[in-house]
């Protein structure tokens, strides 16, 4: 749904290099392409076709599989939460409103939705505003049309399922700086807070009653 902003690829030599100068910064655009543009990025989400949605996916890869890639549409909309609940929202704005803004929380789920487990989203995640109301710096504010990209931030809970959709395919939460350590005894929060390691690393243990998303 994100993109990392990069449009030059280098494939010479022998061995293929990927190089960063400078911060690293993650971006997404508006909710809907501009008139005469094609649809990229997380708008292919909202073009209301599957077949369209499967070629503007593929269009720019000669050898991926359609069939598989619109398995995984399928997968996606239907599992992921944020998608489902931008498409309604989407559809609930009336068809003269063309200047909107739809944001994504950042603090709409309680602390303790993470205790020992990584839930799904049960509460709606966005929220349609009129524009030039305030929203805090960490929310995600999509416009409705728009030329611009804005900057994710990576403390954002939305973060991680928006940049990996296929990783965190159920809209779980990313690594947030407020999510408190749980006592193992009695199981309620510490004052000491989850390092980005610790989370990432319970996230990505193997265990046999929960999905691997790595296997």
């Known amino acids: 749904m994100a993109s990392f902003g990069a449009k030059q690829i280098i494939e010479d030599g022998f061995m293929p290099t990927f190089k960063v100068k400078g911060q690293v910064y993650h ?89 020992g487990r990584y839930n799904a989203p049960t509460t709606s995640e966005v929220s349609l505003v009129i524009v030039g109301q305030q929203f805090e710096k960490r929310d995600i504010v999509l416009q409705s049309h728009d030329n611009k990209l804005q900057r994710i931030s990576e403390l954002h809970r939305s973060y991680d399922t928006l940049q990996y959709p296929l990783l965190f395919c159920h809209g779980e939460d990313g690594y947030s700086i407020n999510i408190s350590q749980i006592d193992p005894k009695t199981k309620l929060p510490l004052q000491k807070t989850v390092s980005a390691s610790q989370f990432y690393s319970y996230h990505i243990m193997i265990r046999q009653t929960e999905i691997n998303h790595l296997l």
Do not use: W
């Open 27 to 115: 971006l997404i655009g508006s909710l809907q392409a501009l008139p005469q543009q094609n649809p990229q990025f997380l708008q292919i989400y909202f073009v209301g076709d599957d077949e369209r949605e499967t070629r503007l996916r593929c269009s720019h890869f000669a050898d991926v599989k359609q069939s598989l890639v619109k398995q995984l549409q399928a997968m996606l909309h239907h599992n992921n939460p944020y998608i489902k609940n931008l498409k309604t929202t989407l559809e609930r704005v009336p068809q003269n409103s063309k200047n909107f803004e739809i944001i994504i929380h950042a603090d709409r789920k309680p602390d303790n939705a993470h205790r």
